[in-house]
């Protein structure tokens, strides 16, 4: 029986049919202007982009550009590249420029077709960013492209790893930028890291289009982006919480070994509590206070320290240093460290040195990144199935573009089998029968470990000279699949290797041009091997062509349809012919997971013989419903880091906005003024409360607070003697004074050096406060979990108590800027004075799907250099840092206050 949907289908189209039959007419005018752009010159075609920006400052839209402005770019295509944007090219380019994804098939151009919206929206002079997923394809792409961008007048930038700040301010001020998601990000925190609007290198972010969209906003927006540094030494407070352990009884705690969680039962928090408030370290009553958040922390760190890592099993402890063991391989793993603490309660409970743990200055998700875009888009080969999530959460829609000519490959059953032995035998088969006939072969797996695994199978059935790829070396990559469609080659790749790349049947003719004639000088000599190379090529692709095409042949099923679609997709290319097969085991994670016990019990009782296959439709429909709800169940997981992050994204952007606020500010006096004045009705109001008699106001405390805070010396006790005194008296006194002092400081500074001073203290306070604040919401992430248990939802606990936090901060803010401003002294001239330099920081990106840093080792992200010179005291002149060297943390600091350096001239190092 036919649906009323599918009925409705077939009669209207689907909501995509109807979409793209609304591109075509705009498709079919621009095909009617190529006549008349073909007579032109180069030169009147080039200034046909002058023409369009003098149109866009009269009032004209970039809608009423794109027909005129889109022939341009496929007229110039033509001639700088030889290639011409086919009609569904066209299409897929308008559903860029409309803010939405365009889903093509490997092989359609997408690099080709991001030339025309990026073409269209760089006209208004804002920039428009390319993204993609390494520094391979930002560069290959952009230096592909920018021929065409070159021709008609618009200037291309790339930013990628190692460059400095002067060259990346260079590349985003050109009109176009291409850069990877990771660079992009990690600008945008550096940058509201500055102390000078000057220095920062990102000037906004008006139109990105996302390639590989997929891979970018879903895959790698698992985790976030994070710019860390090193925190000051608190060996003092982990050695204190470490001699509270010992304290405890096994009934004050519950520990559960499986989910390696260690808590508190009440008589330990109470037991805890305790023995906090007679160390002088617990504030306010209870040991879950806001203000506790930070020891609740460590308390439980260190808990786990004791009860749930052992010492020979989890780590070992060697040359006095904590080295972890892991937990898989049973090796050592020197170098690495526990995060968020734990690894410094472990050097607590074993009595070595405590080194200062990193600390998170910044970070931000790729969701919260792209979605500061005014206009974002995309492209991929496969995101219909997640559009649900394009959608909900970046506003984006996906379009399914139709391809140039008719898919030709076959995509057939999948093939089941019991075991895992049996499934690679049968692997192991079909590549010697493709391999004979002359068919190129793509075999996916879904990791490194089983491309190794299958690689030494194949050793041992004797079929040799394959090539293993996996995703770590994007340029050698893109050579080898480039090269993978010349007949009875083999490649075993991971699914993500090599994206970005087309596999052409016979070869890639370019590349093995670039390569092989890459010492040859152009002439005559170079122009026939050339020449050669073409042949060879359109001879080896017949020759692939008449085995069948590409052969995609899948070692698993993903956990996720699209990337299995990736993988198929590779095959089939520009109506090429080609097959692809899935082979599948009983004891596949995938299948593991969704119960494969019954059936193998099933099929034993059916009769199904060793080395025999289970092959029919019903199963791909099984697994696919398998892996949709897998896709949900992740998707929810996503949704929910989502909400978490969103909440401090929020707060983010209200700090980033305030920073470049006062960064632009000329004078900061009306700030800093507005902040004393709050500091001192804060005081007033905490030490003289409401409607209280004159005996019960707390006089001593209120000249201490106005001595510590104000730096004034009052006789603030006897005012509350004298006849008739108010608190409004009292704080018109408090605020007169201040004002008075403030207004000498700057007379003696001189207007130009207080604004410098200001703004210094204020910048750098800010930041230094907000970092503190990072940290406790890291903490406050951690254990607010643990609400769920009280029948409260973690996610509201976290939104209170996270804005409480965010309130002390500004707080802390007020009082830390007034208390410096109003002790500040001028020790040299600021105009000599170099402006503050942010501290030294580390890029990380963890990829999800194998856990390692995307900066790891020496490619962490060195954001300033520490001066590491070691200068004797003698040499170092008291006013001018520059002459300093390395200062260490609890040295007496140079510039001759008395204080430690950290509490001085090392507060914001």
């Known amino acids: 029986m036919v649906s009323l949907g599918s009925l409705a289908r077939k009669i209207f189209g689907s909501s995509n049919d109807r979409r793209i039959k609304g591109f075509r007419p705009r498709a079919e005018a621009i095909n009617a202007l190529e006549k008349e752009l073909e007579v032109l010159s180069n030169e009147a075609l080039q200034a046909r982009t002058d023409e369009f920006r003098k149109q866009l400052a009269e009032g004209a839209s970039l809608d009423d550009l794109l027909i005129p402005a889109f022939a341009t770019v496929r007229e110039a295509a033509k001639r700088a590249l030889g290639l011409r944007p086919f009609d569904v090219q066209l299409i897929g380019g308008m559903v860029l420029h409309n803010g939405a994804i365009s889903e093509m098939r490997t092989g359609e151009g997408k690099t080709l077709v991001a030339t025309l919206p990026v073409y269209l929206n760089a006209l208004t002079g804002k920039g428009v960013h390319v993204v993609t997923v390494n520094d391979y394809l930002a560069k290959r792409d952009a230096e592909w492209m920018s021929r065409v961008y070159g021709f008609l007048g618009l200037t291309t930038g790339i930013i990628v790893h190692g460059l400095s700040d002067e060259e990346r301010k260079a590349a985003y001020n050109c009109d176009i930028t291409y850069a990877t998601n990771n660079e992009l990000g990690f600008d945008y925190l550096r940058d509201n890291m500055k102390y000078d609007r000057a220095q920062m290198v990102q000037r906004g972010h008006n139109f990105a289009i996302v390639d590989e969209v997929d891979s970018i906003l879903i895959d790698e927006a698992r985790t976030p982006l994070i710019i860390s540094g090193p925190l000051d030494d608190r060996s003092e407070l982990y050695q204190s919480i470490d001699a509270f352990i010992p304290q405890l009884e096994p009934a004050d705690y519950e520990i559960d070994e499986k989910q390696r969680t260690a808590t508190f039962t009440e008589e330990g928090t109470e037991k805890v509590e ?310 599948l085991s009983l004891q596949d994670d995938l299948m593991r997971i969704f119960g494969s016990d019954r059936m193998d019990s099933m099929l034993q009782k059916l009769g199904l013989k060793e080395d025999e296959a289970i092959i029919h439709p019903w199963i791909n429909k099984a697994l696919e419903k398998a892996q949709t709800k897998v896709e949900a169940r992740n998707f929810d997981i996503r949704k929910n880091l989502l909400k978490y992050d969103d909440v401090m994204n929020d707060q983010r952007k209200v700090v980033f906005e305030q920073r470049l606020e006062l960064m632009d500010g000329e004078s900061l006096t009306d700030t800093v003024t507005e902040m004393r004045e709050d500091v001192i009705e804060d005081l007033v109001a905490k030490h003289i409360p ?220």
């Open 274 to 583: 305790n023995l906090l408030r007679a160390a002088g370290m617990l504030k306010g009553d209870s040991l879950y206070d806001i203000e506790n958040v930070a020891i609740v922390h460590h308390i439980n760190n260190a808990l786990k320290a004791h009860r749930l890592f052992q010492r020979d099993k989890d780590y070992i402890v060697r040359d006095g240093e904590v080295v972890i063991i892991d937990e898989f391989t049973g090796r050592m793993m020197p170098g690495r460290r526990f995060s968020e603490g734990l690894h410094q309660a472990l050097e607590a409970k074993e009595k070595v040195t405590i080194h200062p743990e990193n600390q998170t200055l910044a970070s931000i998700t790729f969701q919260n990144y792209f979605r500061m875009y005014d206009k974002l888009a995309g492209m991929t080969g496969t995101a219909l199935t997640e559009a649900e999530e394009f959608g909900n959460i970046y506003g984006l829609e996906v379009s399914e573009i139709p391809t140039n000519l008719p898919v030709a490959r076959i995509d057939e059953d999948d093939e089941v089998y019991r075991t895992v032995e049996e499934k690679y035998k049968a692997i192991a088969r079909e590549i010697k029968e493709a391999h004979a006939k002359g068919q190129p072969i793509l075999v996916g797996t879904t990791s490194i470990e089983k491309s190794e695994l299958l690689a030494e199978r194949l050793r041992k059935d004797g079929i040799a000279g394959f090539e293993i790829l996996n995703a770590r070396h994007h340029e050698r990559e893109a050579q080898i699949v480039a090269q993978a469609g010349k007949p009875g080659a083999i490649t075993i790749a991971t699914n993500m290797a090599g994206r970005g790349t087309d596999i052409q049947l016979g070869g890639n003719a370019d590349m093995r041009i670039a390569h092989e004639l890459a010492e040859i000088p152009a002439g005559p000599e170079r122009e026939a091997k050339e020449q050669a190379i073409r042949e060879d090529v359109g001879r080896l692709k017949e020759q692939a062509l008449a085995a069948g095409g590409l052969y995609v042949l899948a070692t698993e099923r993903h956990e996720s349809r699209r990337i299995d679609n990736q993988l198929r997709g590779r095959s089939g290319r520009q109506g090429d012919p080609g097959r692809s097969k899935f082979f």
């Open 690 to 909: 409401e409607k209280a008699y004159a005996e019960q106001w707390d006089m001593a405390g209120l000249q201490e607070g106005v001595s510590t805070q104000l730096n004034l010396d009052l006789p603030v006790e006897e005012w509350a003697n004298e006849e008739g005194i108010d608190e409004e008296h009292i704080r018109e006194r408090l605020m007169q004074a201040a004002d008075a002092a403030a207004k000498d400081r700057a007379e003696r500074f001189g207007p130009d050096i207080m604004a410098y001073v200001e703004k210094s203290v204020v910048l750098q306070t800010l930041d230094h406060l907000w970092r503190e604040h990072l940290v406790n919401l890291d903490h406050l992430r951690s254990v607010v979990g643990f609400r769920g248990y009280a029948q409260r939802d973690p996610l509201n606990e976290y939104k209170t108590e996270a804005f409480e936090l965010f309130q002390a901060m500004l707080t802390n803010l007020r009082q830390a800027v007034t208390a410096q401003l109003m002790r500040v002294e001028l020790v040299r001239e600021a105009a000599e004075a170099p402006p503050p330099q942010a501290p030294v920081t580390h890029g990380q990106h963890i990829d999800a799907s194998t856990g390692e840093d995307d900066f790891g080792g020496d490619t962490a992200l060195a954001v300033a250099h520490a001066d590491s010179r070691v200068v004797p005291a003698e040499q170092r002149d008291p006013n001018d840092p520059a002459t300093w060297g390395k200062v260490g943390r609890n040295e007496a600091c140079p510039c001759g206050s008395g204080k430690k350096y950290k509490h001085c001239h090392g507060t914001f190092a």
